[in-house]
């Protein structure tokens, strides 16, 4: 099964529950003699797109069950002018959006697009700021939009619809870029304008295969639709039973030790269904920050956990973003945190390291859900820290929070790396510390 090519019904027949889609009536709009313009064989043009694919326009609204959860559903016909977005092609996705509010429905957009219609001029590039708008009001009613993105999907289809969506799925292979094919500079790296280019530049959040589309879609609705919790979730037990440390640096030593168990671990333990995230929007991503949502006792949780790595800039931004988005729909989030500090090198500070930390020590203070965080390994200084849930932060036995690693510490004071470990036992930075400085709630038991 594929929806790459397929007609703007098939591909919703390929992800919605048999028989289960109801298409939306189509606002009237009178037109001028071959449009607005009148471009010269603009009617002729609809008529034969009209005739070849069964369609009066390129998108095909209305709702329907996945995976029996009802959404709102978007379909564009790439056989109908090339999804070229017009100004009925406008009326139809504001209905659609719209119908969405109204019914507090998840939107859900299979899309195959070539950008604005060009027979149409300016008027049909203004529909990208109808649509834009819609999207805001959707967004500001705490309803999901997620964007399957098709074969192809360029121009004003991908910088609305698509990398404006909640959550972006594409299909492999997909042709995938603001540029068409056929504007883009000749010398142009192909492998940037696909679903896989734009997923390892962090603009997509999974790359699915169409046979697995329609089960990964009835996930999200499935979670998106759980029930919210007002309370903070609860931590997860430790996953390893080790003794308090005798002293600052068995803490550390604890917390480095190889064998240690990490995020991975603690995500699949503590979550039934789990979704990722990926990816800051901003042209990067990071493998040692997993993000994304999960099910956990049948409620949503939103989650972002350090892996135990230096965090990339890249990483604070997706874990921003999803803790911002969680906010909006009204889920709970667990942070993990686990690493030596966030990463230094030149490239960090190109990419904006201290912007991407105070970003995320912004979305955690301005969220409105509970946060909850557990110290899962290493917490080092402001990089640790701006995940942290104050007042909710728990810590493991085998964990540690410093202001910075006592061999920096002790540098930063002019000491021989020898006295690591004593500046460690000063630094008070042991889990049972932690708690009596006030700086976490407990030390989670294991399970």
Known sequence: MTTTRLSARAAIASVTDPGSFAELPAPHRDSAPDGPLTWAGYDDSRARAAARTGEEESVVTGTALIGGRQAAVISFEFGFLGGSLGERTGDRLEAAYAHAREHRLPLVSLIATGGSRMQEGMLALTQLQRVARQSVLTRAAGLPQIAVLRDPTTGGGWATLGAGADVVLALPGAQVGFAGSRVRPADADPAAYTAEGQYAAGHVDAVVPAAE???TLADWLRLLASPRSAQPVEPPAALSDVPPPAGGWDAVRQARHPDRPRAEAYLDAYFALR?????????????????????????????????????????????????????????????????????NDAAAEHAGAGAAIADTFAAVAAAGVPVTTLLIGEGGSGGALALAAPGNTWVTPD???????????????KRPPSEAPATADQLR??????????????VVGSA
Do not use: N
Request: aromatic share 4%.
């Open 213 to 215: 589309l329609p089960a």
């Open 399 to 413: 964990s540690y929070f410093s202001v910075i690693a006592p061999e920096l510490a002790a540098a930063i004071l």
């Open 429 to 442: 930075i042991r889990p049972q510390d932690l708690v009596d400085l006030g700086v976490a709630r407990g």
């Open 275 to 343: 979704l990722p995230l990926s990816g800051d929007r901003a042209g990067g991503t990071d493998p040692g920050m997993l993000c994304g949502f999960g099910l956990r006792e049948g409620r949503a949780v939103a989650y972002a956990a350090q892996c135990g790595t230096a965090t990339r800039p890249a990483g604070y931004r997706t874990a921003a973003r999803v803790i911002r988005l969680a906010d909006r729909l009204g889920i709970p989030v667990l942070t993990l945190v686990d690493t030596p500090g966030a990463a």
